[in-house]
């Protein structure tokens, strides 16, 4: 396991299309976060889980967004009805439960809406 | 939260020692500072932590002085490959929901 893979790593939608990522995060992290990040920005938080608990959701994530992580291992983010606002990289991380361990990003996942 | 300032950009040259400040006037007591690099098309990879004094780790050195209001994060002798973002954060040291801020573009030039 050398680290977060998300998938796709490119995603081109027409508006109102639904689509669904997916975040592998390193193994036995027992944590997983999702964040967006528009261009020239840096990363947002979006949600994240403790196992398969989802423990906080931003403000930003709205009706149309849905994040899960059934089995607590990996995790979907899914997108309903997508708008062009809606463009941006979507990353994962990761983290171990110990203290003081940092998250883990992954490679994120480019969405475009046309 | 604790507001964050750093420069937007900076240039500099192979071989330099590249030093970015960030001002985070208002941290609190329990606050740790990290540093994030971001290149392009890629998830942000951790650089360094730290809460007082110097932190040195095998990629840079972290500089924050006794009243914590500032700190230097310090590249030594950069290379083309260092061009990237370079956040800098304040919060829990595990902190679960990272703040970023926009980041310094830093461009290092042959």
């Known amino acids: 396991d050398t680290g977060v893979s998300q998938n796709p790593r490119h995603k081109i939608t027409k508006r109102g299309q639904n689509v669904t990522f997916r975040c592998d995060p390193i193994?036995?992290?027992?944590?997983l976060y999702w964040y967006r990040q528009t261009l020239g920005q840096g990363p947002e938080f979006l949600t994240y889980f403790q196992n398969e608990a989802q423990l906080e959701k931003s403000r930003l994530l709205s009706d149309r967004f849905s994040a899960e992580r059934p089995k607590g291992s990996f995790s979907t983010l899914e997108i309903q009805r997508t708008e062009q606002g809606d463009s941006a990289m979507y990353l994962c991380a990761s983290r171990d439960r110990e203290a003081g361990e940092t998250q883990y990003f992954g490679p994120g996942t480019r969405l475009l809406v046309l | 939260l604790a507001k964050i300032t750093q420069p937007i950009s900076m240039d500099s040259y192979e071989g330099q020692e590249v030093n970015i400040t960030c001002s985070h006037n208002?941290?609190?007591?329990?606050?740790?500072i990290t540093w994030y690099q971001q290149f392009p098309s890629q998830g942000p990879r951790f650089i360094i932590q730290?809460?007082?004094t110097k932190v040195t780790n095998e990629v840079a050195s972290l500089f924050i002085p006794a009243d914590r209001k500032s700190s230097t994060l310090s590249l030594p002798r950069v290379s083309l490959s260092d061009t990237a973002v370079y956040y800098c954060l304040v919060g829990k040291a595990a902190g679960n929901k990272l703040t970023f801020g926009g980041g310094t573009r830093v461009l290092v030039k042959p």
């Open positions: 193994s036995e992290h027992n944590r």
């Open positions: 208002n941290i609190a007591t329990n606050d740790y």
């Open positions: 730290g809460y007082k």
